[in-house]
């Protein structure tokens, strides 16, 4: 299974800001979407990820105001960034290994998601069910040797 097939079960809406966006009003537009996570493009360029482990570094260093911060200054700079021909184990491995609960999914420079720890967990669980009902179906029919 490829991030391609998690990402044609998710909504098309895709939610961003810019790095010089007040950071107020990115909590504000995460928790009114109730998202983990904004994908932060300068001029349609990705330049980081804002997710509430961000905010919550910012909070906790300015003793609980955001007063006058920006994305920018909080963003990770960093993120994990896969396409969507990447297999979704190798996913789960790349997120473990970074400590990623959200992954923007760029395809040639355009983004074309973002997958979350979540998305992966429900993937992989609706998979092993799928071939769970498989394998039962075949035992169950299993011919009998005379």
Do not use: C
Request: aromatic share 6%.
């Amino acid at each position: 299974m490829k991030i391609s097939d998690i990402l044609k079960t998710k909504s098309f809406a895709l939610f961003t800001t810019s790095p010089s966006a007040e950071l107020q009003g990115a909590i504000d537009l995460m928790a009114e979407k109730d998202m983990g996570s904004l994908v932060v493009l300068e001029n349609g360029t990705l330049v980081g990820m804002l997710t509430f482990r961000e905010v919550f570094k910012s909070l906790s260093f300015a003793r609980g105001s955001v007063q006058g911060a920006l994305v920018g200054d909080v963003m990770d700079k960093n993120p994990l960034i896969l396409n969507s021909e990447t297999d979704v184990n190798e996913t789960r491995q790349h997120m473990i290994e970074r400590h990623a609960r959200y992954v923007p999914i760029m395809d040639d420079g355009t983004l074309m998601g973002v997958v979350s720890f979540y998305d992966v967990a429900k993937s992989m669980l609706n998979a092993q069910q799928l071939e769970n009902q498989m394998l039962k179906a075949y035992i169950r029919d299993w011919p009998v040797e005379n």
